[in-house]
């Protein structure tokens, strides 16, 4: 029965091709949003009350859809909400 050493360099090179294989599995798997989020996950998102979300609804600002009483907003509606009221930065005076 032969008996291997392991170093602590051979430690540190599993190490490193661990590391390096769990980066390429992260960054080739794409990340899956919800197309359905319901009120409170949109508060959270946005960080805005349950009072801000139903104005949003009354004045038509965000579309939504209601079954069973529980409200459900899409996902690319809140993005185009985001990306339509987007405010260009102005160039600094300080450079």
């Known amino acids: 029965m032969a ?3 392991i170093t ?3 430690l540190n090179e599993f190490r490193s091709l661990l590391l390096n294989d769990l980066k390429e ?7 899956q949003t919800k197309q359905w ?3 409170n996950e949109v508060r959270k998102l946005l960080n805005i009350s349950s009072s801000t979300l139903q104005n949003l609804r009354i004045n ?4 939504y859809t209601k079954v069973g009483g ?8 809140i ?12 160039p600094t005076l300080f450079k």
């Open 70 to 77: 529980i409200m459900y907003y899409d996902n690319t509606d």
């Open 25 to 31: 599995i992260i960054q080739s798997k794409p990340q």
């Open 3 to 5: 008996v291997q050493i």
């Open 8 to 10: 602590i360099e051979d």
């Open 37 to 39: 989020l319901k009120s």
């Open 79 to 90: 993005q185009k909400l985001l990306h339509g009221n987007k405010v260009n930065a102005l």
């Open 60 to 63: 038509g600002t965000l579309t």
